[in-house]
T-cell receptor, first 115, second 112 residues
Framework: ETGVTQSPTHLIKTRGQQVTLRCSSQ?????VSWYQQALGQGPQFIFQ???????GRGNFPPRFSGLQFPNYSSELNVNALELDDSALYLC??????????????FGSGTRLTVV | GQQLNQSPQSMFIQEGEDVSMNCTSS?????WLWYKQDPGEGPVLLIA?????ELTSNGRLTAQFGITRKDSFLNISASIPSDVGIYFC????????????FGQGTRLTINP
């Protein structure tokens, strides 16, 4: 059973550029969620994808967007990067069933630095 | 919005001591999760709690889901050097996106 894998591990971008982060979910999981973790803070929910559609969104602007693919992998896209977007971006996969959500597992994250 | 208050923010203890940390909220959660995060890594799940009043152990770790559904605690017994890290509580509501709401974290430092 493979865990959640994210790529790249580190990235440096210039303000105003666009970035795409990738995530492969854990085998058997059907849902992918993305979180932003600023230095010294707990992770903040960005959005979740279930059945290839956005299934809830946190307090993030529309320039944060995502995709989920048929194999349950996912992308996070951020347009018009700002300095405050510098953070650790975490992907988490889980198995959502009628009774609840199980096995919420995080990847190691992508460290994005915007200069 | 939903917020979790996690305390203490940091702890400095001697190896072998017991540790206790807790999270409280003004909102009700259906699930409480406790994670540990090492530098440069993602959070790793330690214990998941699914029922109010549930008390669950994982080795030297013990966690409880409060009866009111608004709080949880984590205890670590006989701390060892590898317990060093940041511990996060997270609450989950089983509606909509079933997102996790995280506390601010407790940084644990152990003096050998």
């Amino acid at each position: 059973e493979t865990g959640v894998t994210q790529s790249p591990t580190h990235l440096i971008k210039t303000r105003g550029q666009q970035v795409t982060l990738r995530c492969s979910s854990q085998s058997g999981h059907n849902t992918v969620s993305w979180y932003q973790q600023a230095l010294g803070q707990g992770p903040q929910f960005i959005f979740q994808y279930y059945r290839e559609e956005e299934n809830g969104r946190g307090n993030f602007p529309p320039r944060f967007s995502g995709l989920q693919f048929p194999n349950y992998s996912s992308e996070l896209n951020v347009n018009a990067l700002e300095l405050d977007d510098s953070a650790l971006y975490l992907c988490a996969s889980s198995l959502v069933l009628p009774g609840g959500s199980y096995g919420y597992t995080f990847g190691s994250g992508t460290r994005l630095t915007v200069v | 919005g939903q917020q979790l208050n996690q305390s203490p923010q940091s702890m400095f203890i001697q190896e072998g001591e017991d540790v206790s940390m807790n999270c409280t909220s003004s909102s009700i959660f259906n699930t409480w999760l406790w994670y540990k995060q090492d530098p440069g890594e993602g959070p790793v799940l330690l214990i998941a709690l699914y029922k109010a009043g549930e008390l669950t152990s994982n080795g030297r770790l013990t966690a409880q889901f409060g009866i009111t559904r608004k709080d949880s605690f984590l205890n670590i017994s006989a701390s060892i050097p590898s317990d060093v890290g940041i511990y996060f509580c997270a609450g989950q509501v089983l509606q909509g996106a079933q997102k996790l709401v995280f506390g601010q974290g407790t940084r644990l430092t152990i003096n050998p």
